[in-house]
């Protein structure tokens, strides 16, 4: 397949990578061409560090994949699939969602990385916005392989379908989201988990560092392979039924206390920047993400190995 990427920042980089990796010729584009120059070294750093993590077994092959384009018509141009990686602002999608779906092959499936904005808010009034959806990855894509797949109420159901099949055939886990919302499933998952976790700083009961040995110590563990569901499922003696019938009091009175809206206080930010920068001085931030990295590509080789 012809895939083009519309936008070469963090995002749209790591998405070249997941498409050459699965054997599909890749084009990117961007509004700053110098971007475009950047990717493609950044790329070649990260298809080293994937290649010395066993990760890929033909970089030179991966990389000769990728080219860049000048221009949004030449990325488009014969392209089978889009992946738009553009900056998380409405206006701006709505305007390259109009331009792509003027300039694209009409049977070009054009799917956004959108963190958060359902598509019917930037597709309404297009032509082909029977054919417009979103595939939101998670930072890195070629490492965290989960995608949610959520069309608009008039996406075709056939696009859905092979937005899903091209998603699987390069490797990534899609899911599909029935029905479009804010924020979609994982960063409302996230965004509930952090709620409960600056609430429990900012009242007093735990300071930062033991809340992330809560989740890093024990809940995380049991996530890296499986989900909530699955883990109550065999918390029980009797399976899922049984754990929802012997705690629903306890978390249902939980959650009474669970029910502020307010937004997160200057207070308590800053308490948890200064715990956090105790433990890891702002200077070796970068040190850190990159020791992330390494931990992210060690685990996906586990889980490689183990599948
Ligand atoms: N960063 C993440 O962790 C993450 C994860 C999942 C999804 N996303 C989503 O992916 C999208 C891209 O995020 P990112 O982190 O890669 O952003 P980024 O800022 O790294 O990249 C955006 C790119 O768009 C280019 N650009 C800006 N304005 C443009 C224009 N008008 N026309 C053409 N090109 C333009 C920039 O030059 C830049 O290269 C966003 O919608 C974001 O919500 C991000």
Redesign the pocket.
């Known amino acids: 397949m012809n895939i083009a990427i519309?936008?070469?920042?963090?995002?749209?980089q790591a998405w070249a990578i997941v498409f050459a990796r699965g054997g599909h010729h890749v084009k990117m584009w961007?509004?700053?061409p110098s971007?475009v120059a950047g990717a493609a070294t950044l790329i070649k750093k990260q298809v080293a560090d994937l290649q010395a993590a066993g990760l890929i077994d033909d970089p030179v092959g991966l990389i000769a994949r990728i080219s860049g384009c000048a221009t949004l018509e030449d990325v488009l141009l014969g392209a089978d699939y889009v992946q738009e990686?553009?900056?998380?602002r409405l206006e701006?999608?709505k305007?390259?969602f109009a331009k792509m779906d003027a300039l694209a092959p009409s049977a070009t499936i054009l799917a956004?990385?959108?963190?958060?904005i359902p598509a019917s808010a930037f597709t309404e009034g297009l032509p082909g916005r029977a054919r417009c959806l979103i595939a939101?990855?998670?930072?890195p894509p070629y490492l965290v392989p989960v995608v949610e797949i959520c069309g608009a109420p008039w996406t075709d159901a056939q696009v859905v379908q092979r937005t899903w099949d091209v998603m699987e055939g390069v490797g990534q886990k899609p899911v599909k989201i029935h029905r479009e919302l804010k924020g979609f499933v994982l960063n409302r998952l996230q965004g509930a988990l952090l709620r409960e976790a600056f609430r429990l700083v900012e009242q007093g009961y735990v300071d930062a560092e033991g809340l992330d040995v809560t989740v890093r110590e024990g809940l995380g563990l049991r996530w890296s392979f499986m989900g909530p569901f699955e883990t109550i499922d065999l918390n029980a003696p009797d399976g899922l039924a049984d754990y929802a019938r012997r705690f629903n009091d306890m978390y249902q009175s939980i959650s009474t206390e669970q029910t502020s809206t307010e937004p997160w206080s200057e207070a308590v930010i800053e308490k948890l920047e200064s715990q956090r920068r105790t433990v890891l001085p702002k200077d070796q931030l970068l040190a850190r993400r990159l020791w992330r990295d390494r931990r992210l590509m060690a685990l996906a080789a586990h889980k490689k190995s183990a599948e």
């Open positions: 519309v936008g070469s920042g963090l995002v749209g961007d509004g700053d971007a990686s553009l900056p998380e701006m999608k305007e390259i956004s990385s959108t963190s958060s939101h990855p998670v930072n």
